[in-house]
């Protein structure tokens, strides 16, 4: 009997055995298909990276084209402004002759302030002049 017991725990081990075999013959299979995934997904990655430094890199280049580009577009508009001043000519004109009113005007104000400045010199001196007239006359007598 107990070697029918024995038999029995070997029959019982070899059945675990064979099935932790093919256990492990699954797991096998799995584990090369998870490895050529993640070479896969690796290999994936390393041309994400290099497409992402192409692009990082373009996109510079384009950044400073775009900067000389619109440093170009502001030259070309300032002196397109430049120009269309020159062939405005009725409108320069207009702000010449707008420019000669304001002197004209300007001078005109200037000459009345020189003229009321010497009135008024005029007078501070005509002041001065019977300020000393009475301030004397009182030290000599009240005499005018």
């Known amino acids: 009997r107990m070697w029918r017991a024995r038999a029995g725990g070997h029959e019982r081990d070899a059945d675990q055995l064979a099935r932790q075999g093919e256990e492990l013959e699954r797991l096998d299979i799995e584990n090369e298909s998870l490895g050529r995934q993640s070479r896969q ?32 577009i502001m030259s070309a508009s300032e002196r397109n402004a430049a120009l269309a001043g020159h062939n405005n000519s009725k409108q320069k004109i207009k702000h010449v002759v707008s420019l000669k009113e304001q002197i004209d005007y300007h001078r005109l104000q200037n000459k009345k302030a020189h003229q009321r400045i010497k009135q008024l010199e005029a007078l501070l001196r005509n002041a001065n002049f019977y300020e000393s007239l009475v301030t004397g006359a009182g030290v000599n007598g009240g005499e005018l």
């Open 41 to 72: 997904m690796l290999l994936s990655l390393q041309q994400a990276q290099a497409e992402l430094q192409w692009s990082l890199a373009e996109m510079k280049h384009l950044q400073e084209k775009e900067a000389e580009y619109e440093g170009q």
